[in-house]
């Protein structure tokens, strides 16, 4: 464990948390893409079932459950509990794009063709795609909600200081996963433009809006 | 390479 994981640890259980009290709040999924937390809750299930294989520590173990009992319970509150508030119209973006030829690459791009190896290559790949329907709605209404440029703010920040973290364990314990590293150069590159905005807007701020 | 119970990593 090293400062840039655990802090990437810990923005990431800070953006999930951020986004579930946004919901719960609120009483309102307005501006929120129910597709995206669909597919975070499918990374995370695929990526944990090691929970069932393997013990690492208590910190790894209850942080896992901890990410998919979020994961869950956000899916729930969109679909089922505020399902009332929540914008489908504009959240429209085609998730099989995504899941498709992610599940194709998963398969033909791994580490080891086995079971558990392949979901979590499938996974890792899937993370690194499944904002994309959540920034889509986002430049579709033209505008997002001031805590929900912070949730996504956390978000990119974490796999971005999941970068420096591999950055350092390749230097300090020559420790380099290559199909993580680069699904975590693409993740956090797609929050750029995003960055941008949440730098130069809501850190002055003013609200987060798209040119129409 | 790292196997799959090697992932530490969340």
């Known amino acids: 464990m090293n400062v840039f994981r655990l802090t ?6 800070a953006a999930i948390i951020i986004l579930l009290l946004k919901i719960w709040k609120s009483r309102s999924c307005a501006g929120i893409s129910g597709k995206s937390q669909i597919l975070f809750a ?8 090691d929970l069932l294989t393997s013990f690492i520590s208590i910190y790894n173990t209850s942080m896992k459950v901890i990410y998919i009992g979020c994961a869950y319970a956000t899916v729930y509150l969109i679909y089922m509990k505020f399902r009332a508030t929540y914008d489908g119209n504009h959240d429209s973006f085609r998730v099989e794009f995504l899941v498709v030829p992610v599940g194709g690459l998963a398969v033909l791009v791994n580490h080891d063709f086995s079971f558990l190896e ?15 329907p959540q920034l889509f709605m986002i430049s579709k209404t033209g505008e997002a909600e001031t805590i929900t440029t912070h949730y996504l703010f956390c978000l990119g920040l974490y796999r971005a200081l999941y970068l420096l973290n591999w950055i350092w364990r390749f230097y300090f ?3 380099f996963d290559m199909i993580a590293i680069v699904a975590g150069v693409v993740q956090t590159v797609l929050y750029c433009d995003f960055f941008y905005l949440y730098i130069t807007k809501v850190l002055k701020g003013k609200k987060l809006s798209l040119p129409a | 390479m790292l196997s799959v119970a090697y992932k530490d990593e969340l």
């Open chain 1, 8 to 13: 990437g640890d810990l923005s990431h259980l």
């Open chain 1, 118 to 132: 392949i979901l979590w290559t499938f996974s890792i790949y899937l993370e690194s795609v499944a904002i994309l």
């Open chain 1, 173 to 175: 314990e020559s420790f």
């Open chain 1, 42 to 49: 499918i990374v995370f299930t695929t990526r944990y079932l």
